[in-house]
């Protein structure tokens, strides 16, 4: 498999939950945002939730109107679960790519992918509406074999595979045996829309949870193709050292 360069959306959720720690404008979200862009990320990611503990819904507005102005190349991807605000936000701003996840508002962050056996009828529905309105949808989906076609099937563009079991094994024989099983669920998905006439263009991989330098190189061995990944709190922390334009080219240099 032919390996070829994985575009960067960086998630900044983490800088929004320092800045809400305060009644201060600072850090300054669309500021921050404006660096990660300059250093050459592909897009923005951000993942608002009911409680607006870290990105607010005006947030979501201002940085949209941001990108479209200053930065007219980019992807601006939201990710959260389909409630009908959540719909209503996503449409209101024009995003480039939603992805839909399965967690609750009481989550700290995502950790498990769609059951499309109990979610399928939904997601079908609410990916329509989406790609009526051109956004490309993508679902969180767990490193299963049968995800992508069940994916396919409800309506998603593009799949993002949840990493957290292959990024927070401690153990290398772990860590491998979850990077094998990565390599297989994707392995499927190359075949899904090939040998189809909806006019759909095949199924993409993207990636995302806990990804950092050190294990970005592995995920690259399972996925050579991989189209996307959204990086936010290994980049933050990375950050915090570097700097943001340091630290994303650093991921820009792996990923490359």
């Known amino acids: ?124 529905q609410v990916s329509d509406r989406f790609r009526k309105e051109g956004l490309r949808v993508s679902y969180f989906v767990d490193t299963d074999v049968d995800a992508p076609v069940k994916a396919w099937e409800t309506g998603a563009d593009r799949i993002e595979f949840y990493t957290g079991p292959f990024a927070n094994d401690g153990d290398l024989k772990g860590c491998l045996k979850e990077r094998d099983r990565l390599a297989a669920a994707a392995d499927v998905a190359r075949q899904v829309g090939h040998n189809q006439t909806s006019g759909r263009t095949p199924l993409m991989m993207n990636a995302g949870h806990d990804l950092t330098l050190d294990n970005l190189p592995r995920l690259r061995e399972a996925i050579p193709d991989l189209a996307e990944v959204s990086i936010g709190h290994g980049l933050t922390a990375d950050a915090l050292m570097l700097g943001f334009p340091k630290a994303v080219k650093r991921y820009l240099d792996v990923l490359s």
């Open 1 to 124: 498999m032919l390996k070829t360069p994985t575009k960067l959306s960086v998630n900044v959720n983490a800088v929004a939950y320092l800045r809400n720690r305060r009644e201060v404008p600072w850090p300054n979200l669309l500021d921050i945002s404006r660096a990660i862009l300059d250093a050459g990320a592909f897009g923005i990611t951000v993942h608002p939730r009911p409680d607006q503990r870290h990105i607010r819904f005006t947030d979501v507005s201002d940085l949209a109107e941001m990108i479209d102005r200053e930065f007219p190349e980019a992807e601006f991807n939201i990710e959260g679960y389909p409630t009908e605000h959540f719909i209503e936000l996503v449409l209101s701003v024009k995003a480039h790519q939603v992805t839909l996840v399965p967690d609750s508002p009481e989550q700290s962050t995502s950790d498990h992918g769609w059951d499309f056996d109990q979610h399928g009828d939904m997601l079908t």
